[in-house]
């Protein structure tokens, strides 16, 4: 891919890269902090002044010369939410009822800002059974007008002339998830896995009441708005595959995949994602019949390479990620060695967008994660070794 002369500025940026064309540089983001990292990065020499939007990187970053990126904020969640509030404490532990109903138990040891440094224990769920479904259904309704920004037609106008891409909303803890991610909020990661089996007829059900939900509250929004990118939370695997089958994509998540997609295309979005930690790479072929065209954050440790999946599926296939977030703790050499080896290949070929393969843990230092951004802007613009 030639890089340009003419500097562009990052929605021309974002577009022209998803779709091979050349461009000045390719877009210059990363996804974000743990709370952790922040602390520690603060002690040594991070201004406490400059992350504007908390842990977040993805929306830009003027400190460190980010391009923006925007979701627009639309509620795709449970409308009322449930009342987070503190079921029991002690010492070591909190449990807590989250606003998307989940009951969880928390180490409070080296907690920062209420996140924790592990995983919460997921003790309860508010599903259980389709008459608990039911009971839920009410919070999703699409018409719901808590739903868009007010006032919408302010909202609309300022995005009209934006220079920046801007991403459809459909990622988030208390927004619509795809269709695993979903379930697995309601029911929990084991019901999510076998309600496919159990119970396949409300399975369908559930999976074309999300479809339905997330076209109909959308279609306000796509009916007056250019959207440059469509993004699927799914997070449905793990380091050595998926937790569902191709069989049950085929059979349950493809048909409703395509349908959302084909919507979001008629409406000239023709950028979409998957988001999954894991390794999801079984997957990829039903995937792709099904609309979607992109996927990150390629994982690292789940064996998720950026230049093995662009040589198997080809411009078929969007990348975005694949730095490995372990190499950034190990020091300039391991970190010039991670960029050198993936992102100049892909530099000419295009349609990748290189970042940490998640949020950068604490175990980096301020000044390695200062050496991997300046490295990968001098990569990015051609500026290595010149």
């Given at each position: 891919m030639r890089l340009e002369s003419k500097r562009m500025n990052a929605r021309e940026r974002f577009v022209r890269t998803?779709?091979?064309?050349?461009?000045?540089?390719?877009?210059?983001?990363?996804?974000?902090?743990?709370?952790?990292?922040?602390?520690?990065?603060?002690?040594?020499?991070?201004?406490?002044?400059?992350?504007?939007?908390?842990?977040?990187?993805?929306?830009?970053?003027?400190?460190?010369?980010?391009?923006?990126?925007?979701?627009?904020?639309?509620?795709?969640?449970?409308?009322?939410?449930?009342?987070?509030?503190?079921?029991?404490?002690?010492?070591?532990?909190?449990?807590?009822?989250?606003?998307?109903?989940?009951?969880?138990?928390?180490?409070?040891?080296?907690?920062?800002?209420?996140?924790?440094?592990?995983?919460?224990?997921?003790?309860?769920?508010?599903?259980?059974?389709?008459?608990?479904?039911?009971?839920?259904?009410?919070?999703?309704?699409?018409?719901?007008?808590?739903?868009?920004?007010?006032?919408?037609?302010?909202?609309?106008?300022?995005?009209?002339?934006?220079?920046?891409?801007?991403?459809?909303?459909?990622?988030?803890?208390?927004?619509?998830?795809?269709?695993?991610?979903?379930?697995?909020?309601?029911?929990?990661?084991?019901?999510?896995?076998?309600?496919?089996?159990?119970?396949?007829?409300?399975?369908?059900?559930?999976?074309?009441?999300?479809?339905?939900?997330?076209?109909?509250?959308?279609s306000k929004a796509m009916k007056c708005i250019d959207f440059d990118v469509f993004q699927w939370h799914e997070d449905f695997a793990f380091r050595s595959g998926p937790l569902v089958s191709p069989g049950i994509v085929e059979t349950f998540l493809a048909p409703r995949y395509r349908r959302v997609n084909d919507f979001v295309r008629s409406h000239g979005t023709d950028v979409i994602f998957l988001d999954s930690d894991g390794d999801p790479r079984v997957l990829i072929p039903l995937l792709l019949e099904a609309g979607i065209n992109g996927l990150w954050p390629l994982e690292a440790a789940a064996n998720q390479d950026p230049m093995a999946l662009r040589k198997e599926y080809g411009h078929d296939l969007l990348l975005w990620g694949g730095i490995d977030k372990r190499a950034l703790a190990k020091g300039k050499k391991a970190i010039e060695e991670e960029l050198l080896a993936k992102i100049p290949p892909l530099l000419e070929d295009g349609g990748y967008i290189p970042t940490v393969d998640h949020s950068v843990p604490p175990d980096v230092s301020y000044r390695d994660f200062q050496f991997y951004l300046d490295l990968k802007r001098r990569i990015i613009e051609g500026r290595f070794g010149a």
């Open positions: 998803m779709h091979f064309q050349s461009v000045d540089r390719l877009p210059l983001v990363e996804l974000g902090l743990w709370e952790q990292t922040i602390d520690r990065w603060q002690t040594e020499g991070l201004p406490p002044d400059v992350l504007k939007r908390g842990t977040s990187l993805i929306y830009g970053n003027d400190f460190f010369g980010l391009d923006r990126f925007e979701t627009l904020d639309i509620r795709l969640g449970m409308i009322p939410e449930f009342q987070q509030e503190v079921l029991a404490e002690d010492e070591r532990y909190m449990t807590v009822r989250r606003p998307d109903g989940r009951i969880t138990k928390a180490l409070k040891e080296g907690m920062v800002r209420g996140q924790r440094q592990c995983m919460d224990q997921y003790l309860d769920f508010p599903v259980k059974c389709r008459a608990d479904w039911q009971a839920l259904r009410w919070r999703y309704d699409p018409e719901s007008p808590e739903r868009h920004l007010q006032p919408w037609e302010v909202t609309v106008e300022s995005l009209r002339t934006r220079d920046y891409p801007l991403q459809v909303p459909a990622l988030g803890a208390t927004k619509m998830n795809g269709f695993y991610s979903s379930f697995r909020n309601w029911m929990g990661t084991e019901m999510a896995c076998t309600v496919f089996h159990d119970e396949p007829a409300w399975a369908h059900e559930m999976c074309d009441f999300i479809a339905d939900m997330i076209i109909t509250t959308l």
